[in-house]
């Protein structure tokens, strides 16, 4: 499911990469419930009242599969470049393939 996800994204990207970045730049401010949610991911970690919830974040709590995440690589502007899996290790990537 992850895999068909990342192609999914990938192909938006292509088509129109102006939309792509606006929308996974979005980010919306969650309550302390999203903040502590076991899948979803927030920045503000677990225990804070508020944190920024991206498309990217609620993506990855829905596709949640044996530690691996959807990931958006970047330019260093910002800039996503393409999507890819990562392994998730102790909160962080610590892989892509």
């Known amino acids: ?3 068909n996800a990342v192609q999914v994204l990938n192909a938006f990207l292509v ?6 970045n ?11 419930l999203v903040c ?11 225990g804070e ?3 920024n919830l991206t498309v990217l974040g609620l993506l990855n709590g ?9 990931v958006a690589e970047m330019e260093i502007d910002g800039t996503i470049l393409q999507f890819s899996i990562g392994t998730l290790k102790n909160g962080r990537v610590s892989r892509l393939y």
């Open 22 to 32: 606006e929308l996974f730049k979005h980010k919306v401010r969650v309550n302390q």
């Open 15 to 20: 088509a129109d990469p102006g939309a792509t």
């Open 1 to 3: 499911m992850i895999e």
């Open 36 to 46: 502590d949610h076991p899948t979803i991911q927030v920045r503000g970690a677990a």
């Open 62 to 70: 829905v596709l949640q599969e044996a530690n691996k995440v959807v």
């Open 49 to 51: 009242t508020e944190g």
